[in-house]
């Protein structure tokens, strides 16, 4: 069972285009972080969220963490092929999980078309 | 470029073989993580390394044997693997803690088993 769901799980998108990644879960964290994966490498950490409603801008993304904890939304306004890749939401120090180490989501792979 | 290394960067090996995948960071951290990914999917954690001990081992099957000889290192030995253990071999690190730190990857061993 996976404890962090992301949809949607592959997105095509035209360069200038806005779009949301959402990561939902039933499991509250004390953070989660979002990272970027391009191919050949290993994901790199964009922005990592703690506080319930927090909302994070990094250029044009921008990163809200839920109220409850338990679900995250990526935005990105005026998509660049350069935002081409695999993004994933991780969910840090599980509530009721008591997991000591972090959870990855499923992943969303984003292709954006010049 | 990522300052956690990995070698080699590609490893074609036969289910007889012994091999070790390599991790190294500099930065400071005293958490280490190896992380299988198969194509398209997120990073599985399989080991985790605190202050040099191990603390989690996700059900590993034992051809796979982590070592972590000093703070700045991290190996996994294998040994008799099978065609599905073919994948991404990520390698991370990050400030020790309860899990939650942000984790800095390596860009992986690509292994292929023939």
């Known amino acids: 069972t996976q404890l962090l769901e992301q949809s949607p799980q592959f997105l095509s998108i035209q360069e200038g285009e806005n779009l949301t990644v959402y990561c939902n879960s039933s499991?509250?964290?004390?953070?989660l972080q979002w990272y970027r994966q391009e191919p050949g490498e290993g994901p790199v950490l964009l922005v990592t969220?703690?506080?319930?409603?927090e909302v994070k801008k990094l250029k044009r993304l921008t990163f809200q963490f839920g109220d409850a904890r338990k679900d995250s939304s990526l935005h990105i306004t005026a998509a660049q092929p350069g935002d081409t890749g695999l993004y994933l939401c991780?969910?840090?120090?599980?509530?009721?999980?008591?997991?000591?180490?972090?959870?990855f989501g499923s992943g969303t792979r984003l292709q954006v078309q010049p | 470029d990522t300052e956690v290394t990995q070698t080699p960067k590609h490893l074609v090996m036969g289910m007889t073989n012994k091999k070790s995948l390599k991790c190294e960071q500099h930065?400071?951290?005293?958490?280490m993580y190896w992380y299988k990914q198969k194509a398209k999917k997120p990073p599985e954690l399989m080991f985790v390394?605190?202050?040099?001990?191990?603390?989690i081992n996700e059900s590993v099957p034992s051809r796979f044997s982590p070592e972590c000889p000093n703070s700045s290192l991290l190996n996994l030995h294998l040994h008799a693997l099978q065609p599905e253990d073919s994948a991404l071999y990520l390698c991370?690190?990050?400030?020790?803690?309860?899990?939650?730190?942000?984790?800095?990857f390596g860009d992986g061993t690509r292994l292929s088993i023939l």
């Open positions: 991780a969910g840090a120090g599980g509530v009721d999980t008591g997991r000591r180490a972090l959870t």
């Open positions: 390394y605190s202050y040099e001990k191990l603390s």
């Open positions: 991370a690190s990050s400030q020790a803690g309860s899990g939650n730190q942000p984790q800095h």
């Open positions: 499991s509250v964290f004390s953070s």
């Open positions: 969220v703690v506080t319930g409603g």
């Open positions: 930065m400071g951290h005293r958490a």
